[in-house]
């Protein structure tokens, strides 16, 4: 028995023997373990710091530059097409340097010269090199409304929020919807509480996210229910406005040639002045306005003359077709070019808002005269736009179809409700809708 298991063990042996030279196993054989391959990591670069500061009253570009250890940049030696002048820079430009940890020196430095692009710096191996870049600016089109109760821009300002458009553009969209009507609405006489307003503008944002104000694209101005719409079309690439049956808003004067602030004095036949302090015709409209408020021809003419007229102070009279002429008086100062003889154009900048000769405060004193005899400038008919030509009369019809569905924008249809369902939180009675629309 002994030899037998003797022998059993040496077979069982002798045929691990074999099965280990030949590498073929009755059973299944643990894989040997594989080793992970190495991963290369990449370098970890640290992030890049970027320093804001702005530009003092009184202080150099240079001396700006100083403070960041940057003190080899030549300015004077840019490139002139670069629209940086060093010695014209106002303070408040915020410039931004950008290094790689805070105890660097910066290796790029860039500048907001106007909304539409900045001047960036670069350092190379040999100085510094400037480029112009370009800043992309998007449009969105923002549709508000509301009625008046005061004032536009009181309208305006209450239907637009901060985050749409800041305090400075709001007042910009007034200004602007009030150019729009400017031939047909008179806003400090014909505006009456309950009148509403439907605007369509742009609101432009920038690559960084900053927003302002773009431009009117449309309107609807209804007053005592009298509808007056406006859309913005460029004909022969001169952008205008028209009504919805193509006919420019356009008329041959303006009603008013200044933005003001309310009328101090109106068209009267007899009026105390405030100057003399004796009562007499006053023949013009006075228009309440901060010194130096840009005042435009109210129409196409010619500078009859410009120049110092007794109690109007620095006057300027300009005549235009079919006997009308219109004055200028008490302004501080006049436009360059404007003398006698010259050429303008309606809504060009003749002179700014003063107060010489008898006034007693900031005004522009503004005459309309037909054939030498004064007219109240705010009842006088302005007659008829132009009409849209017939060869871009298709083009005008789409555009003001697309300007349309975005100042009314259609509303989708209501599905029918079963009025045993039970309601919903948006279909619960008239308060709560109220409490959660904005």
Not at 310 to 317: D, F, T
Not at 342 to 356: K, L, N
């Amino acid at each position: 028995m002994r030899g037998l298991r003797v022998g059993a063990a040496f077979a069982v042996f002798s045929a691990a023997a074999v099965f280990s030279t030949t590498g073929w196993w009755p059973w299944r054989r643990m894989s040997a373990p594989v080793a992970a391959p190495e991963v290369a990591r990449p370098a970890v670069t640290p992030a890049a710091i970027e320093i804001l500061d702005t530009l003092r009253r009184g202080e150099t570009v240079s001396e700006l530059f100083a403070r960041h250890g940057v003190v080899d940049l030549d300015l004077g030696g840019l490139d002139p097409a670069l629209p940086l002048d060093p010695r014209r820079m106002r303070s408040g430009l915020v410039f931004s340097f950008r290094a790689t940890t805070p105890d660097t020196v910066p290796t790029r430095i860039s500048v907001r010269t106007t909304p539409e692009q900045r001047i960036v710096f670069h350092r190379m191996i040999d100085g510094w090199n400037a480029v112009l870049e370009p800043i992309a600016w998007t449009a969105e089109p923002m549709r508000i409304e509301g009625s008046i109760d005061n004032s536009l821009y009181e309208a305006l300002d209450a239907q637009v929020a901060d985050d749409q458009l800041d305090g400075a553009d709001r007042q910009r969209l007034a200004w602007d919807l009030a150019d729009v009507y400017a031939w047909q609405v008179d806003f400090t006489r014909d505006i009456q509480a309950g009148d509403r307003f439907q605007v369509v503008f742009e609101r432009l944002v920038s690559e960084d996210g900053e927003i302002r104000f773009g431009r009117v694209l449309a309107s609807d101005l209804t007053m005592s229910g009298k509808s007056l719409t406006a859309f913005r079309f460029e004909a022969d690439g001169h952008p205008a406005f028209y009504d919805a049956a193509g006919s420019s808003l356009r008329r041959a004067f303006l009603r008013a040639p200044v933005q003001f602030r309310r009328i101090s004095s109106s068209f009267a036949r007899a009026r105390f002045h405030p100057v003399l302090g004796i009562t007499r015709r006053h023949e013009g409209t006075d228009y309440a306005a901060a010194p130096g408020t840009p005042v435009m021809a109210a129409g196409d003419g010619v500078v009859l003359r410009a120049g110092r007229a007794g109690g109007y102070g620095n006057l300027i009279e300009l005549r235009h077709r079919n006997g009308i002429t219109t004055r200028y008086g008490h302004l501080r100062g006049f436009a360059r070019g404007i003398r006698a003889g010259a050429r303008v154009e309606q809504g060009q900048t003749i002179g700014y808002v003063g107060s010489t000769g008898l006034a007693s405060g900031p005004h522009l004193h503004y005459e309309f005269r037909v054939n030498g005899v004064a007219k109240d400038a705010r009842r006088v008919a302005l007659g008829n736009g132009a009409p849209i030509r017939d060869g871009i009369r298709a083009d005008f019809t789409r555009e003001r179809d697309r300007l349309l569905l975005l100042l009314h924008p259609l509303q989708p249809p209501r599905p029918e409700r079963d009025e045993d369902a039970p309601r919903s939180v948006a279909q619960r009675p008239a308060e709560t809708q109220a409490r959660w629309l904005p």
